[in-house]
């Protein structure tokens, strides 16, 4: 048997997918399968499982030498599960279902990442340069993502159609009442950042160079994006903010502090029919706008949370 497994979509889904690819190395030693992705596939850099079995789509050669001798070929969808959209199951779990053809999830592995001491030491180098600032030292380090992978910016303000990312006010609040206590490292891309934000590290790096980020900083905050994912992978203690996605689908709720704004949202079936999906964003639109006394609420939990998680260690 030689499976390929073709694993598209955002860097996020494919993390998710991996503890059920390490199900399957685990449960099919005979098995001598490939993983195909559309992009991200250096996430998977230093998994011994997978690392060598992984490959880009856009690599040459890629048909004649893992297409033409495969057996059967899968492209798991998480989306298109009703078990998913249902918010039964998780994206991990909706891709164990559809990688290992079942819904008993209790020898699902955890995410997990690899990081080699390169980027290890990278990482705490780049925390170490910012602590050189008196004012900095003694203080925890924590990654923030504030936007969705579907962010842009529109003149003066950043839009989010998916209703996954932040608004710029709500952020520059955030970020400059956080900035009194901890040290903020802004992870996203620097032309979509407000010129008001002034109180946040900016680092220029790859996925992988987050990755390491996150593992050697105290505490996560972020969006439903690929960060958290990688949190969940390091074991790393965060806030998780959503706005028109639902925690049990795209998030760890028994592990994050999950921040919702308060009020009813609808599941945009996204890969089933764009026109629902589209008109389901028109709904969830406001639902990352906070107002003043909600952004007090998000930091008072996230302090909470860090008081919890972090400083009683």
Request: charged letters at 25%; hydrophobic letters at 35%.
């Amino acid at each position: 048997m030689s499976t390929v497994f073709v694993i598209d979509g955002g860097a996020g889904r494919v993390l998710t997918a991996i503890p059920a690819l390490l199900k399957f190395h685990k449960n099919n030693p005979n098995d001598n399968f490939k993983i195909v992705i559309h992009g991200w596939d250096n996430l998977f850099w230093s998994i011994p499982e997978l690392q060598q079995r992984t490959f880009n789509i856009d690599n040459k050669g890629i048909f004649d030498n893992i297409f033409m001798s495969a057996s059967r070929v899968i492209s798991p969808e998480p989306y298109r599960l009703p078990a998913y959209y249902k918010q039964e199951k998780s994206l991990a779990q909706a891709f164990d279902t559809l990688i290992n053809n079942t819904d008993d999830h209790s020898d699902l592995p955890d995410i997990k990442m690899g990081l080699s001491k390169g980027e290890e030491i990278t990482a705490v180098q780049a925390i170490g340069q910012a602590m050189q600032e008196e004012f900095r030292q003694g203080r925890l380090n924590i990654v923030i993502q504030p936007w969705g992978s579907t962010a842009k910016r529109i003149g003066n303000y950043v839009v989010d159609d998916s209703s996954r990312s932040l608004n710029e006010v709500s952020y520059i609040e955030l970020v400059k009442k956080l900035s009194e206590k901890y040290n903020l490292y802004y992870f996203g891309e620097r032309q979509i950042c407000p010129e008001q934000d002034v109180y946040t590290l900016k680092y220029e790096g790859d996925l992988r160079f987050w990755a390491a980020m996150i593992d050697a900083c105290d505490y996560f905050i972020g969006v439903d994006s690929v960060g958290q994912h990688m949190a969940k992978a390091f074991n790393k203690p965060g806030t998780v903010i959503l706005g028109g996605t639902y925690a049990e689908n795209i998030s760890y709720p028994n592990y994050f502090n999950i921040f919702e704004k308060p009020g009813a949202k609808k599941y945009s079936p996204l890969r089933i029919n764009m026109i629902d999906s589209h008109l389901s964003d028109r709904i969830n639109d406001a639902k990352m706008d906070f107002n003043e006394k909600e952004i007090k609420d998000l930091i008072s939990s996230i302090e909470k949370d860090i008081e919890k998680k972090v400083k009683s260690k």
